[in-house]
């Protein structure tokens, strides 16, 4: 394995390590792109089989393959998905980037800046502001999942998802429900139009209403929207919650198909379908739960990566890592984003971190041994 001797940062790509994440944090393509732009690039041998990416097709971009140790012991910025990938190996020389779920898990962030790792999230990029969109992770992750999520449901119902006119005579099309409009949502719906079900959908930010119907589906009315901030629905109050569960719980027993993606930045995920409307879904209707995942989900009961049959016969599917299951689109797209982020942090030839930049700021959680994203510091101190 040898590496370019002036290599302007050196880019280590690591092997995800949870069972069920087949994505890689970086592709041959992309790879061939960072050479080209002065970088090293290194990748653990295997990192992207899951996904259908080999060793020689790394190599052949112009990076070298090697093993774990030798990425951890040559690289600068190591590239991940989970911070589970690289948690153990760490020291101040490194850089982590990925999706680190920082204001889920502030306490790892505490960790890294004791390690002095400086930690860059994808999770709190500011995505409004246009220079950042291209590094926007979150997005491109959410739209392959929103993709999959109603793959899956079309896959577990036990109907057509299209109006099917035969010999035999015509089949209704399937009624689905996506509760949660933003970017997963809306790849939900337009992924199940296309599949010729009729969509209805639903999402607090009264905003999210038009793209709904310019998806071509239509908005489920529950009498209860929130003005969106900085883009994001807000965090109900107990009693607001409440209500909304209890009103798209009398409307989920309508629908053939229930389609979950609803998140509240750096908050679990709100409870929509609680146990009682499964129980007013008919036998062999279907619910997908794709905010299912370590901090819980919007269906009661539903556990990622588990599917149910409740006693009425309702299919829960908690799916987990859905944009994992496409892994050659997501890494793609994830790829493309982490080249993007390259290039913005090495602009002056070099790697600098500047706080002072918007964009920056809201990536760097830790630098220097110490937790520097205010959001996440004001956990840690319990002043949030
Ligand atoms: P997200 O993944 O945090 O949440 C998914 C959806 O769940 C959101 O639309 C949210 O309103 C909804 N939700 C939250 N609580 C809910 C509840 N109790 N009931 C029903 N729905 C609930 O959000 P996201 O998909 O990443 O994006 C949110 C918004 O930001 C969207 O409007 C999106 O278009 C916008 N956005 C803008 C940019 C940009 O300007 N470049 C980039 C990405 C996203």
């Given at each position: 394995m040898t590496l370019p001797p002036h290599a302007t940062l050196t880019i280590g790509v690591l092997r995800e390590q949870a069972a069920d994440e087949q994505r890689v944090g970086l592709t041959p393509d992309s790879a061939a792109r960072l050479v080209a732009a002065g970088h090293a690039v290194v990748v653990e041998s295997g990192a992207g089989a899951r996904a259908w990416f080999r060793d020689d097709e790394y190599e052949s971009a112009g990076a070298a393959v090697g093993p774990r140790a030798t990425v951890l012991d040559a690289g600068d910025l190591v590239v991940c998905l989970h911070p589970s990938a690289v948690l153990h190996a760490l020291s101040p020389r490194h850089i982590v980037l990925g999706l680190l779920q920082p204001l889920l898990d502030p306490q790892l962030m505490a960790r890294m800046a004791e390690a002095g790792v400086t930690a860059l999230s994808f999770?709190?990029?500011?995505?409004?502001?246009s220079r950042a969109q291209s590094m926007d992770a979150l997005t491109s992750q959410a739209s392959v999942a929103g993709y999959k999520a109603a793959l899956v449901a079309a896959d577990a119902y036990?109907?057509?998802?299209p109006m099917l006119t035969t010999a035999a005579g015509t089949t209704k099309p399937a009624t689905v429900l996506v509760l949660g409009a933003g970017v997963a949502g809306l790849q939900a719906i337009a992924t199940a139009r296309r599949l010729g079900a009729v969509v209805t959908a639903f999402d607090?930010?009264?905003?999210a209403q038009s793209d709904i119907r310019s998806l071509g589906a239509q908005v489920l009315d529950v009498g209860v929207t929130v003005q969106s901030e900085g883009g994001y629905a807000r965090q109900l109050t107990a009693e607001e919650q409440a209500e909304l569960t209890d009103r798209v719980a009398d409307s989920?027993?309508?629908?053939d198909v229930v389609i979950t993606t609803a998140q509240v930045p750096g908050r679990p995920p709100p409870l929509l379908v609680p146990e009682r409307a499964l129980q007013l879904m008919h036998p062999g209707s279907v619910v997908v739960?794709?905010?299912?995942?370590d901090f819980g989900?919007?269906?009661?009961g539903s556990k990622a990566g588990h599917t149910v049959v409740t006693p009425s016969g309702v299919t829960v599917i908690g799916a987990g890592a859905l944009a994992s299951q496409v892994p050659r689109a997501a890494s793609t797209a994830y790829a493309r984003n982490v080249a993007a982020l390259v290039a913005y942090f090495t602009r002056s030839g070099s790697f600098a971190v500047d706080l002072d930049d918007e964009v920056q700021a809201g990536l760097v959680i830790t630098h220097g041994g110490r937790v520097v994203h205010p959001a996440v510091r004001a956990l840690l101190e319990g002043t949030s």
């Amino acid at each position: 394995m040898t590496l370019p001797p002036h290599a302007t940062l050196t880019i280590g790509v690591l092997r995800e390590q949870a069972a069920d994440e087949q994505r890689v944090g970086l592709t041959p393509d992309s790879a061939a792109r960072l050479v080209a732009a002065g970088h090293a690039v290194v990748v653990e041998s295997g990192a992207g089989a899951r996904a259908w990416f080999r060793d020689d097709e790394y190599e052949s971009a112009g990076a070298a393959v090697g093993p774990r140790a030798t990425v951890l012991d040559a690289g600068d910025l190591v590239v991940c998905l989970h911070p589970s990938a690289v948690l153990h190996a760490l020291s101040p020389r490194h850089i982590v980037l990925g999706l680190l779920q920082p204001l889920l898990d502030p306490q790892l962030m505490a960790r890294m800046a004791e390690a002095g790792v400086t930690a860059l999230s994808f999770d709190t990029l500011p995505r409004t502001v246009s220079r950042a969109q291209s590094m926007d992770a979150l997005t491109s992750q959410a739209s392959v999942a929103g993709y999959k999520a109603a793959l899956v449901a079309a896959d577990a119902y036990g109907g057509f998802f299209p109006m099917l006119t035969t010999a035999a005579g015509t089949t209704k099309p399937a009624t689905v429900l996506v509760l949660g409009a933003g970017v997963a949502g809306l790849q939900a719906i337009a992924t199940a139009r296309r599949l010729g079900a009729v969509v209805t959908a639903f999402d607090v930010r009264d905003s999210a209403q038009s793209d709904i119907r310019s998806l071509g589906a239509q908005v489920l009315d529950v009498g209860v929207t929130v003005q969106s901030e900085g883009g994001y629905a807000r965090q109900l109050t107990a009693e607001e919650q409440a209500e909304l569960t209890d009103r798209v719980a009398d409307s989920v027993g309508r629908f053939d198909v229930v389609i979950t993606t609803a998140q509240v930045p750096g908050r679990p995920p709100p409870l929509l379908v609680p146990e009682r409307a499964l129980q007013l879904m008919h036998p062999g209707s279907v619910v997908v739960d794709g905010a299912a995942g370590d901090f819980g989900g919007n269906v009661e009961g539903s556990k990622a990566g588990h599917t149910v049959v409740t006693p009425s016969g309702v299919t829960v599917i908690g799916a987990g890592a859905l944009a994992s299951q496409v892994p050659r689109a997501a890494s793609t797209a994830y790829a493309r984003n982490v080249a993007a982020l390259v290039a913005y942090f090495t602009r002056s030839g070099s790697f600098a971190v500047d706080l002072d930049d918007e964009v920056q700021a809201g990536l760097v959680i830790t630098h220097g041994g110490r937790v520097v994203h205010p959001a996440v510091r004001a956990l840690l101190e319990g002043t949030s």
